[in-house]
């Protein structure tokens, strides 16, 4: 849980920017793990959903067993959840807003013809009548190898 | 008692423990239970009408209970019960933007805001959370005439949040007949301060921000960033273009309307998967072919009714309810008193929003639309084949007596004329020049020198040697010569 603040290491920016100029056009999505506000990790999962992954991703249950599972055994916790957005903002949308859970940090990344772009993120308001935008920050590496950073 | 596993999200919810117990013979009694017990879960759990919402799963032991018997599943106190997340979200498709608004609801309504706004929160439709919404919204109006006026009371009374308004006319005697936002006292006025007046007397919650300015490819991405939806109530096709350009590179949709005559349009354009203007007229119209209102005349009451449709889907996007008018293009005849509706598809080679745009940024609309400011002509050219008011005074005065021909259609030769004029409407000009002498000297004139600069063409190119055209049209000579006359 944060105060809308959260700090991603390069690596980790580099690795979810990287994960949706790799699915683009379809939205590529993973979980975030770390400590406090600072993300370590992030966790690649496979976008499950039915309804057409240009616009859509669902990480299904076991996915996110496995996401809990990941975080424990990499001394975190679970801190949230990134997707991309291809050819659309940054900005979560109503189907977002629909589908979220609290205290979550929702890192969106827009990818535009392939190219990442902005990257945002958001927290549901309690009432879940928005989300609202939180500040993101880049704290410095904490893993020596990048290819860790990424879990896949 | 039966344990429950809460996952990272939920914990909050439970003073941070991973497990809880509860009571209940099925998942429905112990989930009925756990929001007894710790009821900040309540909302995130189940939606407004009680039911489990789609991401959240429930599994006993390792079972989903969806594959078990649902909420009536029988759990025992040995039993596990989990709540497991799905984590889903995406873009949003016209399904969601029909269903869904524009994404804000705003501050709870004050005890002044329940009152003015009862006949809305009485329709479970519309409601609190709908009314919230407009509180919320952010709309900008394109135009405080015809159109803006309808568009921006009913927004105002609706009780939308804050409306801008782009105009930097000033009201004339020439508007009342049908923009209402503007009287009789606010001839002369600039129309963003009289709209301002009327529309804080109508409604002193909305915000109205007022952008004395014509919109341009330079100004109308910052100008239209702030706002929700853009309603286009221009009646120049530049702008229109413009408007329909920065709602796509902007993803803002466009409720666009427009009048002519007896005839109005309206459609939702630039919505995420929603066709734009371009799509349905990839390229202007030939300049001078489709005449303004100035020029062709409008019927008073058509903008109050193409206005109110405006309105109207802006309210229901805002609100997310009903069906938008996307892909739908409404034709309206006012006379024959039909509405017809035609089916529009977005065009995948649309230049500004199909798959490959050639458009990505404004461009010069003026030049788009073929109309390059005029180059100042040569001063021996215009001796030639053009006259000023004044000029023709001066000449009557001295005795000369030119031909003058008027190429206005009788019903504006009703309304004023130039002493000693006759008249040839433009169409019927072809056929009956006969009746003049080409070798004589003939001045022509309309309104305001478009027509009759057409006129003077044609008879030169039939011969006619001394034709001149009346610069500025009768509104000119009006202005110079004879005050005395009525001015349309």
Known sequence: ?152 | MAKILIPTPLRPYTDKQDAVDASGATVGELLADLTRRHSGLKAHLFNDQGKLRSFVNVYVNDEDIRYLQKEQTPVNASDTVSIIPSVAGGVDTVEDVRRSDLGRMGEPLTNDEVKRYSRHLIMPEVGVDGQRKLKASKVLCIGAGGLGSPVAMYLAAAGVGTLGIVDFDTVDFSNLQRQILHGTPDVGRSKLASAKDKLHALNPEVDIQTYEVALSSQNAMQLFEPYDVVVDGTDNFPTRYLVNDACVLLGKPNAYGSIFRFEGQASVFATKDGPCYRCLYPEPPPPGLVPSCAEGGVLGVLPGLIGVIQATEAVKLIMGIGEPLIGRFLIYDALRMRFRELKLRKDPDCPVCGTHPTVTKLIDYEQFCGITPAAPEPVAVNHATEISSVELKQRLDRGDRPRIVDVREPNEYQINRIPGSELIPLGDVPKRYGELNPDEEIVVHCKMGGRSAKAADFLRSVGFKRVLNLKGGILDWIDKVDPSQPKY
Request: hydrophobic fraction near 35%; charged fraction near 25%.
């Open chain 1, 1 to 152: 849980m944060s105060d809308g603040r959260l700090t991603i290491s390069a690596r980790v920016n580099e690795a979810i920017r990287r994960h949706g100029e790799e699915t683009y056009p379809h939205e590529c999505c993973g979980a975030l793990v770390g400590r406090g506000d600072a993300v370590t990790d992030a966790v690649a999962l496979p976008n499950t959903t039915e309804e057409g992954p240009r616009r859509r991703f669902l990480v299904r249950p076991s996915d996110y067993r496995l996401a809990e599972q990941r975080a424990t055994e990499l001394g975190g916790e679970l801190l949230g959840f990134y997707h991309s957005h291809p050819d659309h903002p940054a900005k979560p949308s109503q189907y977002d807003l629909d589908h979220a859970w609290p205290t979550f940090a929702y890192v969106i990344v827009a990818v535009a013809a392939g190219a990442s772009q902005a990257m945002t993120v958001w927290f549901l308001k309690d009432d879940r009548s928005i989300f609202e935008e939180g500040s993101l920050h880049h704290g410095e590496n904490s893993h020596p190898d990048p290819a860790q950073t990424v879990h896949r």
